[in-house]
């Protein structure tokens, strides 16, 4: 009931200063508004404004050093070899500065591009080791001609990222070219490679000899001038940066590329390497000679010590070193059997092991190596023969390990490739049955990926299914598995994944998709992909993986037939799903 004597009564003290309050919030706002978006188009003109003068300025340096260095080349020509050592030099400086002026107009041009947006990447899956080691090869005989050693240091995994390789070269080039002519003769360039969380870093550094100051040349970075904000700028298109440091007496430029996708990454490293340096496990029951040893490899490598077989195999499966070195006789478990259970075990089977031994028979060097020791060693021996053995078996077996990773890759997406997947497939459902955990199949293929063959060439699918490829990837957590099955189409393994949660990643993966585009040249391409979800099923009727993946491309089917970029569950996994 309402209460009658309420009615017509004044409102409260200051209810009409509220009301006009209120009033006039929204005129405030509207005012703030438009104070907002006034300033925002007077940015933008000021920008706009800028890359005008910019590219102004270029051109107006283009045009006069285009004429001046062919009015010096002309003169070189007419300059007779009578002509005075002064004459000469002089001739030289002018084109040198005359180049310098030509450099400043297209660094500008370039920057105005890049501010302006006008500047955009063609990204494309790249192994940037092999990448990087053919740019440092066209540069050697610049380096020879300066009495400069020009090195490169590359991981031993192959770094797969999307980049714009012609714009990539372009920044490297320009931070070697000028590292190479500022470094005085008996100095060094070095071009490193190194895998970040995610992130690909690389390094141009350089060394100089121990000369006096007066005698040194100027700061390579400081002397690359306005090529040094176009290398920062084609670093920043990249998702990056481009800082520089010193180091010693030299100085580095770190361009590290942030936003590709980066595929092939190296696998956790062994807890063996530590501070750059391999992990070494020295197994031996003779204290003071295992102590020896240990001082003697203590500068080039990380040294564990056991002290008969049997630790050596504990030791092993706790430090996970990166070469064994064991005497062959010892108490409680010899070497022949130390070596013979690490084999046993996944974790130690592949470790390289070198035994030692006084006895160098034949008949114990081929039990040693029958039982897969990458090496054997006869006492008494040299410590630079020592080095030179474990030297050695460490490259072989980073290269190796190289060549695995390789063979399980996609060289395109940088994903796995099927044979990898099928290794991965038997393991992840054998875990799942054995600790009673879920497990989830997608199929991903994409949708209209002839047409783009048919109109615009080979080229650019690849380009298409690079960026689908890295639309899966940003996806994925750590624990789940992405391959390219075949073609244009995906599969992912994700563990401890019920059909439903299965379901949230592909609906997440299909939207992202819908609202990526690539551009291939004067035209932009939308992404679409199809998605089918299978889950293992809770009883074992059919422990083969092969199964899981069937009934994946079976609703990965339905999903296409349904109208194409969709997400479509197996009957199997259906019932887990919530109503949509």
Request: hydrophobic share 40%; proline share 5%.
């Amino acid at each position: 009931m309402v209460d009658d004597s309420t009615r017509g009564e004044e409102p409260e003290c200051g209810g009409e200063e509220d009301v006009r309050k209120q009033r006039a919030e929204p005129v405030h706002a509207q005012a703030d508004t438009s104070r907002l978006l006034e300033t925002d188009r007077h940015l933008r003109e000021s920008a706009q404004r800028r890359d005008e003068l910019l590219s102004l300025a270029a051109e107006d340096l283009r045009a006069p050093s285009a004429s001046l260095l062919r009015q010096v080349k002309r003169l070189r020509r007419r300059t007779s070899a009578a002509s005075s050592k002064t004459e000469r030099r002089a001739l030289d400086a002018l084109e040198r500065q005359v180049q310098r002026v030509a450099a400043v107009a297209q660094g500008l041009r370039a920057i105005s591009g890049i501010e302006g947006g006008q500047v955009q990447l063609r990204l494309c899956p790249t192994e940037l080791g092999a990448f990087l080691s053919r740019l440092v090869e066209t540069r050697l005989p610049a380096a020879q001609a300066h009495s400069v050693e020009l090195a490169r240091e590359m991981p031993p995994y192959p770094l797969v990222v999307s980049v714009d390789a012609d714009r990539l070269g372009e920044a490297v080039g320009m931070l070697i070219d000028s590292a190479l002519t500022a470094t005085p003769r008996g100095g060094w360039v070095r071009l490193t490679l190194e895998a970040l969380p995610d992130a690909a870093r690389i390094t141009v550094a350089d060394g100089r000899p121990a000369l006096p100051r007066a005698s040194r040349r100027p700061d390579w970075l400081v002397g690359l001038g306005i090529r040094l904000a176009v290398c920062r700028g084609l670093a920043e298109l990249h998702g990056g940066s481009l800082e520089v440091a010193v180091r010693g007496e030299g100085q580095a430029a770190l361009l590290t590329v942030r936003s590709a996708a980066v595929g092939a990454w190296p696998e956790p490293q062994r807890a063996g390497t530590g501070q750059g340096r391999a992990r070494l496990l020295l197994a031996d029951d003779d204290q003071d000679g295992r102590e020896a040893l240990a001082m003697i490899l203590g500068d080039d490598y990380e040294v564990h010590l056991a002290g008969d077989g049997r630790e050596a195999v504990e030791t092993a499966l706790v430090t996970r070193p990166d070469i064994v070195l064991m005497d062959l006789y010892m108490p409680r478990m010899d070497g022949l059997a130390a070596l013979e259970a690490m084999r046993a075990d996944p974790i130690t089977e592949d470790l390289p092991v070198i035994l030692i031994s006084a006895r160098g028979d034949d008949l114990t060097r081929s039990r040693s190596l029958d039982l897969g020791a990458v090496d054997f060693l006869q006492k008494p021996f040299s410590v630079r023969e020592l080095k030179a053995r474990i030297d050695r078996t460490l490259r072989l077996t980073r290269r190796e390990t190289q060549l695995q990773v390789l063979a399980r890759t996609d060289p395109l997406t940088g994903l796995a490739n099927l044979r990898a997947f099928r290794a991965r497939l038997e393991e992840e459902v054998k875990r799942a049955r054995r600790y009673r955990t879920p497990l989830a199949c997608v199929m991903v293929d994409m949708d209209h990926l002839k047409p783009i063959n048919d109109e615009l060439g080979h080229g650019a699918g690849d380009i298409a299914i690079g960026a689908v490829a890295e639309v899966i990837r940003l996806e994925l957590r750590e624990t789940d598995f992405g391959a390219r099955y075949g073609g244009d189409e995906f599969v992912m393994l994700l563990p401890h994944t019920s059909a439903a949660e299965a379901r949230v990643f592909a609906e997440r993966a299909c939207a992202r998709l819908r609202e990526t585009s690539i551009d291939v040249g004067n035209r932009r391409l939308p992404l679409s992909a199809s998605f089918g979800i299978a889950a293992l099923s809770e009883e074992p009727i059919d422990d083969r993986g092969e199964t899981l993946v069937q009934h994946a491309d079976a609703a990965l089917y339905a999903a296409k037939h349904a109208g194409r970029g969709q997400v479509a569950a197996h009957s199997s996994a259906a019932s887990g799903l919530p109503a949509q």
